[in-house]
């Protein structure tokens, strides 16, 4: 079970500690940003060690970086992932994709295929 009960939760948390222990210079978007590839090359330092545990705890540093950023840009975690997540449902219909595949389409391809259909697609 979860310590927490929403992103937004963990946001709020994460924030609360950020401000008592940061200066703002390193809060703003940007450094944040840059801040998050620094974490990201920390995972690509721990894919060669093999060790699941430390990889997967490096990508949660990229996540708590990147929530701290999403925070600083005045967004709430929670509702942009679902706004996310219904529009890569929408992107990438599951029955499409299918039929894509079904139809000679190799995984990728029908991903490409239906990225180029919706960035074609008008509102
Ligand atoms: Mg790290």
Redesign the pocket.
Known sequence: MSKFESLSEIQAVLGNWQESVYTPDVLTPEARITRMFE?MD??MDALPSCDNHKIA??LV??VIVALGAIQSLGYNADNLIYEKIEVIFRKYNPVINQELRANGHSSQSAIDHQKQVWNNTPC
């Open positions: 974490e920390e995972v705890g490096e540093d990229v």
